[in-house]
Nanobody, 128 residues
Framework: QMQLVESGGGLVQAGDSLRLSCAVVGHRNSDYAMGWFRQAPGKEREFVGGIGWSAGTQKYADDMKGRCTISRDNTNNTGTLQMNSLKPEDTADYYC?????????????????????WGQGTLVTVKA
């Protein structure tokens, strides 16, 4: 069974950068879409960014555009979320998620319901 192992969270200062990693374990290939979501205390989970089966398909939340980049290493079956110019409001638990089902292009990477497997979350705290 597929498992997602996240790493890279921590405490940073506003304006710093941080890279989160998501290792996909127990899956033989890289045929999946990967999404990143976050949930701050007392708030609902929200989409951060995602990458489709093809690395050319990427989408980011409006407040993350220009500040983050998602990439995938198909050889090592990992995904990364690079975040720059972090703000205190970026403080949240960050989750990676994987969808191994090849869905129509009309199903966007921002659709949380599509993801079958979720990581355990990694906490990012940004101090002002």
């Amino acid at each position: 069974q597929m498992q997602l192992v996240e790493s890279g969270g921590g405490l940073v200062q506003a304006g710093d950068s941080l890279r989160l990693s998501c290792a996909v374990v127990g899956h033989r290939n890289s045929d999946y879409a990967m999404g990143w979501f976050r949930q701050a205390p007392g708030k609902e989970r929200e989409f951060v960014g995602g990458i489709g089966w093809s690395a050319g398909t990427q989408k980011y939340a409006d407040d993350m555009k220009g500040r983050c980049t998602i990439s995938r290493d198909n050889t090592n079956n990992t995904g990364t979320l690079q975040m720059n110019s972090l703000k205190p409001e970026d403080t949240a638990d960050y989750y990676c998620a994987v969808d191994p089902i090849h869905r129509p292009d009309t199903v966007g990477v921002e659709a949380a319901w599509r993801y079958v497997y979720w990581g355990q979350g990694t906490l990012v705290t940004v101090k002002a």
